[in-house]
């Protein structure tokens, strides 16, 4: 696509198709760890990795921002042909990346000791989840870096190296779980050593890809903008707002988690379940996002607002296209997919109680997930953070305390108007601020 040309349907699915992709393959991984642990000659092992892998589930979705920041700025500053803004956007992300990175290593003792009260981690895995995270805290460096790395080829409208680097990232954890465990004889600490050269395994891929791109585009490393704090203002302003965004929505699935255990142990599992297929809603509608965010971002940079128009209206079509299909496949082959994943009468019958809420989800949530990606391309990070803790605590909290005599039906449908504020938001926002700043 040249610079004056309108985006076409085949720039949305260049970026959305290796996204999905990748989102996929994530759960591949969990799926490979679960039954590598879970044919250990005792079950403590499997709590153990389970336990290990939320908290570093839970840090690494607080530090998100990271790829959703580098995203932005990167899009806009490859809209507007500024290489060396492409340099500073990378350089900077990573400067914070390894800080962040490196404090975690230093505070892991504290930090591993708090994770194991809040989850409430009996003795017998306590010692083994502690194993796990004191090994596998070493690859938060790699990690954190290939969030940066993913982000920025990203703003630069390339999905085909994150795909890469997620795809060596899983297949060298897939293989060194089976070589460290099956093999060697390891236990939690082998699935964790797998993670740890994993990581760093996709950084080596994402750095020579970057090496590459950066060799193509002329340009310098402006060293200053690196070395001194108040070079890092546009930088912090952005991410700390995505950061606050970030926090608000974990705690909102972490109250519908804590809600449903409050109802029971059945209530719990349902609920699990249903979340399953929540993320499974978002692995598809991300990879839209995805390449909501590169589009625009470009756009805003060219400051091409007839490109921004297009680029959502693509965007949304194809996301409302994917969660209708979504809808459809819950509707059709809902009962099918939940007995695949529990074999307890109990459970299935009483999350097929609740499946019509999961059906109407995609519907509801399609539109905060691609006004996501428009604000994060756009770096409209305050408005994110507004609207976000407006849905959670000004929708969310209130419609849950006056729907809670209907039980797990109401806790779902405060869930649902979430995303649907949340929507709605980010839409009237983008109506009276985003397009009206490219006039």
Known sequence: MTATELPRDRDVWRIAAPMILSNISVPLLGMVDTGVVGHLESPVYLGAVAIGGTIFSFLYTGVNFLRMGTTGIAAQRFGADDFDGLRVSLGQALVVAQIIAFTVILLQWPLGQVAMKLLGAEAALREHALEYFSIRVWSAPGTLANFVMIGWFLGLQNARVPLLIFLTINLTNIALDLLFVLVLGMKVDGVALASVFAEYTGLAVALFFAVRELRRNSGHWPMDKFVKLREYAAFFAINANLFIRTMALIFTIAFVTAQGTRMGGLILAANAILMQLQNLTAFGLDGLAHAAEALVGKAVG??????????????????????????????????????????????????????????????????????????????????????????????????????????????????????????????????????????
């Not at 459970?347 to 109407?360: C, D, G, K, Q, S």
């Not at 519907?363 to 407006?390: C, K, P, Q």
């Not at 305390?401 to 709605?424: C, E, H, K, T």
């Open 302 to 439: 060219q400051r091409r607002r007839e490109a921004l128009e297009r680029s959502v209206t693509l965007c949304l079509r194809w996301s409302l296209i994917f969660a209708a299909g979504f809808s459809a496949a819950y509707f059709l082959l809902g009962p099918y997919l939940i007995n695949v994943l529990t074999d307890l009468p109990a459970v299935r019958e009483t999350t097929l109680r609740y499946l019509p809420w999961m059906i109407a989800s995609p519907l509801v949530s399609v539109w905060s997930f691609l006004y996501d990606g428009v604000y994060v391309g756009a770096t409209r990070a305050r408005e994110m953070r507004n609207i976000m803790v407006f849905s959670a605590f000004g929708v969310f909290i209130p419609a849950w305390f006056v729907l809670q005599p209907f039980g797990n039906d109401g806790l779902w449908l405060a869930f649902l108007l979430f995303l649907a504020s949340r929507g709605i938001g980010m839409h009237i926002g983008y109506r009276r601020n985003v397009l009206p700043a490219l006039l």
